[in-house]
Nanobody
Framework: QVQLVESGGGLVQAGDSLRLSCAAS????????MGWFRQAPGKERDFVAS????????AYADSVKDRITISRDNAKNTATLQMNSLKPEDTAVYYC???????????????????????WGQGTQVTVSS
């Protein structure tokens, strides 16, 4: 069992930066792929970024890849999403999620879908004003 708690959301202006954190419980944090997803009002939940257990594999949604960086610290059981040059269209609830590592798949494609993720946080609201 893994429990995830996001923090760092808030109200910012366009062009600002935010750093979201996801704190995970459990001693096997490094076993899990960590992902960030977001859901805007009235829209489906979309993939943002993912990072492998060792941090050696990364994937980003095309809409954010030049502005967002995902990272993790396995010693602290945390995953982080650094978001720069925020836009009003980045407004959403941001969720972190954990998926068991899996081999023999197209990593970037597989872990950009929500289905592999077994554990989800409660979400943190990010609002970007124009």
């Amino acid at each position: 069992q893994v429990q995830l708690v996001e923090s760092g959301g808030g109200l910012v202006q366009a062009g600002d930066s935010l750093r979201l954190s996801c704190a995970a419980s459990g001693r096997t944090f490094g076993y899990f792929v960590m992902g960030w997803f977001r859901q805007a009002p009235g829209k489906e939940r979309d993939f943002v970024a993912s990072i492998s257990g060792t941090g050696g594999s990364l994937a980003y949604a095309d809409s954010v890849k030049d502005r967002i960086t995902i990272s993790r610290d396995n010693a602290k059981n945390t995953a982080t999403l650094q978001m720069n040059s925020l836009k009003p269209e980045d407004t959403a609830v941001y969720y972190c999620a954990a998926a068991p590592t899996r081999y023999g798949v197209d990593w970037a494609v597989y872990f950009s879908g929500s289905q592999p993720y077994r554990y989800w946080g409660q979400g943190t609201q990010v609002t970007v004003s124009s």
